[in-house]
Nanobody, 120 residues
Framework: QVQLVESGGGLVQPGGSLRLSCAAS????????MSWYRQGPGKERELVAA????????NYADSVKGRFTISRDNAKNTVYLQMNNLKPEDTAVYYC?????????????WGQGTQVTVSS
């Protein structure tokens, strides 16, 4: 059974930092591209950052470029999201996603989410 368990969310003041972690089990972690998504109040879920299976390439939403960093440790089956200079508009539930695809099929797995609240 595949499990993705996020942690590290919480309440932080504007300008502060948080580090989210997502621990994966039940899958060949090093074969999956990993992403962080978020869904703010009244908003649709959006892609925040993504990293390839080997960690050789990353991609970020324009709104977080220069502030957030995605990384992974395949030996620990964990993906991270370092969030710096947080803004109130970063308030959302953050979800971890694992994605694998081939020519004929694809798999997507989601974590349960962790709340990030940026407020003074």
């Amino acid at each position: 059974q595949v499990q993705l368990v996020e942690s590290g969310g919480g309440l932080v003041q504007p300008g502060g930092s948080l580090r989210l972690s997502c621990a994966a089990s039940g899958l060949t972690f090093s074969s999956y591209a990993m992403s962080w998504y978020r869904q703010g109040p009244g908003k649709e879920r959006e892609l925040v950052a993504a990293i390839t299976s080997a960690g050789s390439s990353t991609n970020y939403a324009d709104s977080v470029k220069g502030r957030f960093t995605i990384s992974r440790d395949n030996a620990k089956n964990t993906v991270y999201l370092q969030m710096n200079n947080l803004k109130p508009e970063d308030t959302a539930v953050y979800y971890c996603n694992a994605h694998w695809s081939s020519f004929v099929m694809e798999h997507d797995y989601w974590g349960q989410g962790t709340q990030v609240t940026v407020s003074s």
